[in-house]
C-alpha cells in the first residue's frame, strides 16, 4: 500500500542515520522517527521485524514515496533529485565533485573504520584503532578544507559535505582526537552546530537518546 | 594552463582506480595512464611529486577539464554528468538510489577493511580479517542483488554498480571467499567480464601490471 508517510528507522548516535536527520531537516522534509537500538536485544537491527525492513539488518532506512531506501548516501543523492530546494550540491559539475569527494572521505575513508562491528572485531586497542583512523583521514580532510572551505565545507553554503562532517565529529571528540591539529574542521562544525537543521538532528536531540547518556 | 588531455593516474589493482577505468572505457573517454607504484619507493602514492596532484596521496586522481579529480564516486558521478551518454546510472530516482546503494554496499562497507594501509595495521590474520568483511558484505549484496539483478546488477543494462562489483571480485578471489555461496554475484560477474569496457580496464590488462603478477 502507497503512503505519503515519511518514516525514519534511525539510532540516535550511529552517524548514516544523522547524515539523514540533517538531509531531512534542511529540507523541511517532516517524518516519523522509529528507533532501532543496535544494543538492545542483541541488536534490533539484525531482528526478524527489521530484516523485513531492511535486509542488510543495518540503519538508516527510510521509507518514503512507497520505497525503502538505505545506505546515506543513495538516501541523501534521492532527497536532492526529490526536493531539490534548498540544494545541497553546488550547480556547476566542478563544485559537485569537490563536494562528494569530500563527503567520501569521511564516507568511505574515515566512518568504515569506527564501525561497532569493526571495533568489536579489534577487540584490545579499539579506542587507539579509531582515533588513529579519524586523525589520519582528518590530516587529509584540513587539507582539502582549506581549499574550498568558506564558513562551511564547501564555500558559504551548506552542502552534503557538511552532513557528514557534523557526525563525524561526535566521533572524534568520543575517542579525543585532539582538535587543535585541524583548525578548518574545527572552525566550519563551529559554524555548523548552530544552524536550526543541525541542531534538530543532533544525537542528543532524539527520541531514544537515554537520559544517562554522556 | 587549460588542457583537454585527460590524465589518470592509477595502480593497476587497486580497486578504486579500477572503477575509474571502467567509467572511462564504458564512456570512450581516451586518457593517458600514469602509474603510481604503490608498494615501490616506500609508496609513490607519498612522494611530493605526486602530493602537487592529490594531496591526499591516494589513487585515483583523475585530471579532467583543467581540474584534479579525487575519490572514485566523486569522479565517476562526475563523468556521469559530463558524458551522460552512454548512462551509468537509471533514468527513474528510485532506480538511481537502488545502483547508488548497491555501489556503497563495496564502496563503504567493504573495500575500505581490505585497504592497504588498513590490512598493514592488522597485521598477523590480515588474510583472514579481509576475507570475514568481504563474505559478510556479499551476503548483504546477494540479498540486494536478488532483487535488483538481472544480467547485470540493475536490470539487463550496465550500471555505475557493476563498477564497483567487478574490481571487488578480484580482492575475493585473492582472498579465497567460497563463491558458491554467492551465485546472484557470481553470475552477473561473469556476465561483465566479457565486455570490452571491462576488459580495457581490467588490472592484468594495465601497463603497470609487473609481468610476474599471477
Redesign the interface.
Known amino acids: 500500500m502507497m503512503t505519503n508517510k515519511v518514516i525514519l528507522y534511525s539510532f540516535f548516535r550511529s552517524s548514516a542515520s544523522w547524515r539523514v536527520r540533517i538531509a531531512l531537516a534542511f529540507k523541511e522534509i517532516k517524518y516519523e522517527y522509529r528507533a532501532v537500538n543496535l544494543f538492545q536485544d542483541g541488536g534490533q537491527q539484525n531482528s526478524e521485524e527489521y530484516k523485513r525492513v531492511n535486509?542488510?539488518?543495518?540503519v538508516p532506512a527510510l521509507i518514503i514515496?512507497g520505497?525503502t531506501?538505505?545506505?546515506?548516501?543513495?538516501?541523501i543523492?534521492?532527497l536532492e533529485?526529490?526536493n531539490p530546494d534548498p540544494p545541497l550540491l553546488p550547480k556547476d559539475?566542478?563544485g559537485?565533485?569537490?563536494v562528494?569527494?569530500l563527503?567520501?572521505?569521511i564516507?568511505?575513508?574515515i566512518?568504515?573504520?569506527q564501525n561497532l562491528?569493526?571495533l568489536d572485531?579489534v577487540g584490545k586497542g579499539k579506542d587507539e584503532?579509531a582515533k588513529?583512523f579519524i586523525e589520519?583521514g582528518y590530516h587529509?580532510l584540513e587539507?582539502?578544507l582549506k581549499q574550498t572551505s568558506g564558513k562551511y565545507s564547501y564555500g558559504n553554503t551548506v552542502t552534503m559535505a557538511d552532513l557528514f562532517l557534523v557526525p563525524q565529529m561526535f566521533a572524534a571528540k568520543r575517542y579525543k582526537v585532539n582538535m587543535e591539529q585541524f583548525p578548518t574542521i574545527s572552525q566550519v562544525y563551529d559554524s555548523l552546530i548552530v544552524l536550526p537543521a543541525f541542531k534538530a538532528a543532533d544525537a542528543v536531540n532524539q527520541p531514544d537518546m537515554p537520559p544517562n547518556f554522556q
Open positions: 535486509p542488510m539488518g543495518q514515496d520505497h531506501l538505505t545506505q546515506s548516501v543513495s538516501i543523492e534521492y533529485e526529490r559539475k566542478y559537485r565533485a569537490q562528494r569527494a563527503s567520501e572521505i564516507n568511505s575513508g566512518q568504515p573504520y562491528s569493526v572485531k584503532w588513529s589520519k587529509g587539507t582539502f
